[in-house]
C-alpha cells in the first residue's frame, strides 16, 4: 500500500457514524433482503430472472452464461432482443407513450419535453436517416455531441439498426477525437455545431473538420444538429444537417432484434498506457444489468419518479444511467446541458425543484465543490422532493456524505455511493436503500449477483480488517467483453494479474463488519473529478511539445476534484527559444489542453532538472506523488541515484 493509503486507511477507521434505513422508506422500499438469499442461492438462476423479467426478448435465451472460453463471456446464449426497442417502444405499447421520458433544461434555460411516444419517433426516424448513410448491423458510430436529446436519440437509433455507437466526451480535442474514430473505424460522425458551455457556445463542428483532416479515412458522412447557429465550415457530399436527413425521414421504423452478444457500445477509457483502450459492451447482459441496478439501487418507481443523473453522455455513467437503465426502465429524467453554475450557482437545485426531482446521482467532486460554494445556496431552493441520493466516480469523503445528506437529502435521504467502472458496465458494489444501514465513505457490499473479494500481493482473500486489492470473482453481465480490437491487452490487463479473477485495478479495505472501502487507483491511471486520466497519456501530450525533454505526471490529492495531475518536465536546452517570453507552466498547460482537453491541463508544472528513475527506467511516481503532496519521501533505495530527489526538492523550493 502506498503511503497515502495507509493514511487513508487510518481517516476510516475513525468513521463510525451509521444510518439505518428511514422506517418509512425501508416499509415500502423496492429492494428487499431476500435478492442477497435469492442470488447466493443460485447466481445463475438469479441473472436469468432478471434478464426475462426486466426486458422483453425477441427470441428466449437457452443457456445463462457460457464460460467455456474465459475471460471471453458470453451472456444468455442464443436471445435476440433489441435496445432500442427495449428503452422506448415497448413502454409506448405498454400505454405510457405520455410518460415523459427526458425532461431536457438547456443552459441558456430553453427546454425541451420528449414523452415516449417522442422518443420513439425521433429515434426511428434518425434510424431511417442513418441506414439511409448505408449504416447499419456491425457498423461504428462516432457520436461527439453536447448534452442535448439528440446524443440519446442518436444512440439508441444505432442501437436500434445493431450498429455500435462510441461516443466521445465533447471536451476531448479534435486528435483525441481522431485516434479514437481510427481506433473503431467509424464510418459515421454525430456531431453538432456546438453546445452551450458557461455561459457561451463552445464550438464542436470544428474538431470533426480537424480531426477528418488529419486522418479517419473510414469517415464517410458527418450528420450535424443545429444547436448554437455557429457559422461552420462543410463539406459538400460528407457533411450534413440533421434537420434535412431526419426531420424528413420517416417516423416508421421496425426494430429488429439482434444476438444478445451484439455490440453495443465502444466506450474509450484510459489505460496505464497511452493508448486508451476501447471497451467493448453487448446487448443483452449490458441492458441486464443496467435495468437492474438502476431499478433497485435507486428504488426506482417509474411512474412518480423524477430522476436526475448529472453525469455526461460522453462517460459511462451517462451511457448506463442516462440513457439505457433509466430508459429500460420507463423512467422520467432530467438532462441538462450545461455547467453547474450558469448562470448561478443555485442551477441545480434551481432544476431540482423546478421538475420536483426525487433521486440525484452526482460525483463527489460535484459535491464538494457545492460544500465549497456553501449550503446557503441550495438552501434557497425547495428540495423537499428529494427522496434518494447517489454518488459515483470517486471514493466519497465521509464529510461530503454527510453534507450530502443534511443540507441535500433533507436529512433523511438515503445515500448510494456506488462503485462501478467503464469497464464494469454497471453498479458492482452499493448498499440497496430501505435495506443496508449506511456507512459514510463505504460502497459497502457487492450487489445481489455480484461477487468480489479484496486480496493480497499473493491474491489471497484478505479478512475483516484487511486491505489490498479488490478483485472480482465471477462474471457479470454488463462486463466489458473485451478491448476492441486487443483481445490479448484484456487479458492481460484485467486477467492475468490474480488468475482466473478480474482485477480492478482499485485499492481497498474491509472493515471489521466485512464491508469494503475503495482507497483509490492502484496504477498509474487517476481520477480528476471523477474522469479517468492516465498519466502517460499526459505525459506523452508534454513531451510532444517542442521545448519539453521528459515529464513526468502524478496524480495528487486534491480537495477539489479528488486527483489533481501534477507535471514535473524537464526542458530542453532550446526551451528559451522555443517559449520566448511565455512562461513555460502557462504554455504547457495550454498544450496539454490543446492535446487532450481541458480536464487533463496539469494543475502545476514543475521543471526540474533531472527525474528519478529505476535500474530499470521507470519513473519513480510515486517520489513525485510524495513531492506533489509536499511529504516527507518514501523508500529512494531503488534508485539510480538516490541524489536526483533532493536535486528536486531544492529546485522546487521558492518556486510556489
Ligand atoms: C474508477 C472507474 C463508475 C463510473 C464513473 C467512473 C473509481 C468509481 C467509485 C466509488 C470509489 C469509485 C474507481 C474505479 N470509482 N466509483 N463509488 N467509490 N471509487 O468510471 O472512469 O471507468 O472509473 O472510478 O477508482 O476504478 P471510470
Known amino acids: 500500500m502506498s ?13 463510525s457514524r451509521r444510518f439505518p434505513p428511514p422506517e418509512d422508506f425501508a416499509a415500502q422500499a423496492v429492494a428487499t433482503a431476500e435478492l442477497y438469499e435469492e442470488a447466493a442461492a443460485d447466481r445463475l438462476a438469479f441473472w436469468a430472472k432478471q434478464a426475462r423479467e426486466r426486458l422483453s426478448w425477441e427470441t428466449d435465451f437457452t443457456e445463462t452464461l457460457d464460460w467455456s472460453d474465459p475471460p471471453f463471456a458470453k451472456w444468455f446464449v442464443g436471445g435476440r432482443l433489441n435496445a432500442a426497442y427495449n428503452c422506448v417502444d415497448r413502454h409506448v405499447e405498454a ?9 431536457w433544461e438547456g443552459e441558456p434555460g430553453d427546454t425541451r419535453t420528449l414523452t415516449y411516444a417522442d422518443l420513439q419517433r425521433e429515434v426511428s426516424k ?40 462510441s461516443v466521445v466526451f465533447g471536451g476531448f480535442s479534435a486528435d483525441a477525437l481522431r ?14 455545431d456546438g453546445g452551450y458551455r458557461r455561459g457561451a457556445p463552445s464550438a464542436l463542428k470544428p474538431a470533426v473538420d480537424a480531426a477528418l483532416e488529419a486522418g479517419g479515412a473510414s469517415v464517410k458522412d458527418v450528420v450535424v444538429v443545429r444547436r448554437t447557429e455557429q457559422d461552420v465550415e462543410w463539406t459538400e457530399g460528407r457533411d450534413h444537417w440533421w434537420h434535412d436527413v431526419v426531420d424528413s425521414a420517416s417516423e416508421e421504423h421496425t426494430a429488429e432484434a439482434f444476438d444478445s452478444e451484439n455490440p453495443l457500445y465502444i466506450l474509450y477509457t484510459s489505460g496505464t498506457t497511452g493508448k486508451p483502450k476501447g471497451i467493448l459492451h453487448t446487448t443483452g447482459g449490458y441492458l441486464t444489468q443496467v435495468a437492474y ?23 459511462v455513467t451517462g451511457h448506463s444511467y442516462v440513457v439505457y437503465g433509466p430508459l429500460a426502465n420507463g423512467a422520467t429524467q432530467v438532462m441538462y446541458e450545461g455547467t453547474p453554475d450558469t448562470p448561478h450557482k443555485g442551477r441545480w437545485w434551481e432544476i431540482c425543484a423546478k421538475y420536483g426531482v426525487t433521486i440525484l446521482y452526482a460525483a463527489p467532486t460535484a459535491i464538494r465543490t457545492f460544500m465549497k460554494w456553501g449550503e446557503e445556496i441550495p438552501g434557497e431552493h425547495d428540495l423537499s422532493s428529494i427522496r434518494l441520493l447517489g454518488s459515483v466516480g470517486e471514493p466519497i469523503n465521509p464529510e461530503a456524505w454527510v453534507w450530502y445528506r443534511r443540507v441535500i437529502g433533507g436529512d433523511t435521504a438515503p445515500i448510494v455511493d456506488t462503485w462501478w467502472q467503464t469497464e464494469t458496465g454497471g453498479m458492482m458494489i452499493s448498499p440497496l436503500p430501505g435495506v443496508t444501514t449506511l456507512k459514510p465513505g463505504s460502497a459497502q457490499v457487492p450487489l445481489p449477483g455480484i461477487s468480489a473479494a479484496v486480496v493480497d500481493d499473493e491474491g489471497n482473500p484478505v479478512g475483516p480488517g484487511g486491505g489490498g486489492y479488490l478483485v472480482l470473482t465471477e462474471p457479470w453481465p454488463s462486463m466489458l467483453r473485451t478491448i476492441w480490437g486487443d483481445d490479448q491487452r484484456f487479458k492481460d490487463t484485467y486477467w492475468s494479474r490474480f488468475p482466473g479473477r478480474y482485477f480492478a485495478g482499485d485499492g481497498a479495505k474491509l472493515d471489521e463488519d ?93 521543471v526540474v532538472q533531472e527525474l528519478p528513475k529505476t535500474r530499470s527506467g521507470k519513473i519513480m511516481r510515486r517520489l513525485l506523488r510524495d513531492v506533489a503532496e509536499n511529504r516527507e519521501l518514501g523508500d529512494v533505495t531503488t534508485l539510480t541515484d538516490a541524489g536526483v530527489m533532493g536535486l528536486i526538492q531544492d529546485g522546487l523550493k521558492g518556486a510556489k
Open 179 to 192: 485516434s479514437r474514430i481510427e481506433d473503431a473505424e467509424a464510418t459515421l460522425v454525430v456531431t453538432a
Open 95 to 103: 400505454g405510457n407513450g405520455d410518460r415523459v421520458a427526458i425532461h
Open 514 to 606: 466485512g464491508d469494503v472501502w475503495l482507497l483509490g487507483r492502484v496504477d498509474d491511471v487517476m481520477n480528476v473529478s471523477g474522469h479517468r486520466l492516465s498519466t502517460t497519456e499526459i505525459e506523452s501530450a508534454l513531451v510532444s511539445h517542442p521545448a519539453v525533454a521528459e515529464a513526468a505526471v502524478v496524480g495528487a490529492t486534491d480537495d477539489m476534484t479528488g486527483q489533481a495531475p501534477v507535471a514535473f518536465v524537464i526542458l530542453r536546452g532550446n526551451a528559451d527559444a522555443v517559449l520566448g517570453d511565455t512562461d513555460p507552466q502557462e504554455a504547457l498547460r495550454a498544450h496539454v489542453a490543446k492535446e487532450i482537453g481541458a480536464i487533463a491541463k496539469p494543475k502545476r508544472v514543475l
Open 126 to 165: 434518425a434510424a431511417n436517416a442513418f441506414a439511409a448513410l448505408g449504416v447499419g448491423q456491425g457498423d461504428r458510430v462516432a457520436v461527439y455531441l453536447p448534452m442535448i436529446p439528440e446524443a440519446a436519440i442518436t444512440m439508441l437509433a444505432c442501437a436500434r439498426l445493431g450498429a455500435a455507437h
Open 3 to 15: 503511503t497515502t493509503s495507509t493514511k487513508t486507511l487510518e481517516n476510516l477507521s475513525v468513521e
Open 293 to 315: 441496478t438502476h431499478a433497485t439501487v435507486f428504488d426506482l418507481r417509474p411512474e412518480t419518479d423524477v430522476y436526475w443523473c448529472a453525469a455526461d453522455v460522453g462517460w
